[in-house]
């Protein structure tokens, strides 16, 4: 079990496991990390540090709590990535979006950091997007966000900045998805979008084979100088 924290339900049932990694000092803000399909494994603990690091409260929330807490799965194991995909498929991605924000208020509530911040991977890239539309976070990004072509009809609630990095060669998202994502958000005020040329899905995984450094790198970048301009 890698997580050290539990942070009550909105409806006060259960409480949601969650990585939490302090600052030095008092946080400048606080960033949510999405998890992969892949749990709160070392790699998403790594992205916690590194914000933990640059001055945030980070708060990783263990997303499959209700169904089988704690698992760490290798990407890099086909059986292991196939467990993985099981778990996203029986997901309830609207209850995953009330345990965000009852992660949101226990942040803002409970730890007294008002700025909230979400960055979102694999799955989480959905994620990010669906906190946008739904709930009062400060400001969110996805990377290589699934299905977030068949959710436009949700962008007009979207009233926080949104980043999406979006790779062109990712095997989960067709180049019509990538289309369709294109032509629904360029023109939204909130919506920022990045392409990264030939890079396919998990290219800024921090383990595993997976990782592009040079596109991480970029997409990193960017994503720090968001939130330093909406966060803190």
Request: hydrophobic residues 40%; contains cysteine.
């Amino acid at each position: 079990m890698s997580t050290n924290t539990k942070i009550p339900t909105l409806e006060g049932d259960g409480e949601i496991p969650a990585y939490v990694v302090e600052p030095s000092g008092t946080p400048r803000g606080a960033i949510i990390v999405q998890q992969e399909i892949f749990g709160v494994d070392a790699g998403i603990r790594k992205k916690c540090q590194q914000w933990a690091d640059r001055g945030y409260l980070a708060v990783a929330p263990d997303t499959f709590w209700r169904q089988q807490p704690g698992i760490e799965l290798d990407a890099d194991v086909p059986e292991q990535f196939n467990e993985a995909i099981g778990y996203m498929m029986k997901h309830d991605f609207d209850q995953g979006i009330r345990d965000i924000e009852a992660v949101i208020h226990w942040i803002r509530r409970e730890r007294g950091v008002p700025k909230v911040g979400l960055v979102g991977y694999c799955m989480g890239g959905r994620v990010a997007y669906m906190t946008a539309a739904r709930t009062d976070i400060d400001a969110s990004v996805g990377f290589y966000g699934v299905m977030i072509d068949q959710m436009l009809g949700e962008k007009h609630a979207i009233a926080k900045p949104l980043m999406l990095h979006i790779p062109t060669a990712d095997h989960f998202v067709s180049a019509e998805a990538q289309k369709a994502m294109h032509e629904g958000l360029d023109d939204h005020p909130k919506v920022t979008l990045y392409d990264y040329e030939g890079l396919d899905h998990g290219f800024a995984a921090e383990i595993g084979s997976r990782r592009d450094e040079a596109g991480a790198s970029l997409a990193d970048e960017r994503t720090v100088a968001f939130f330093a301009e909406h966060i803190g």
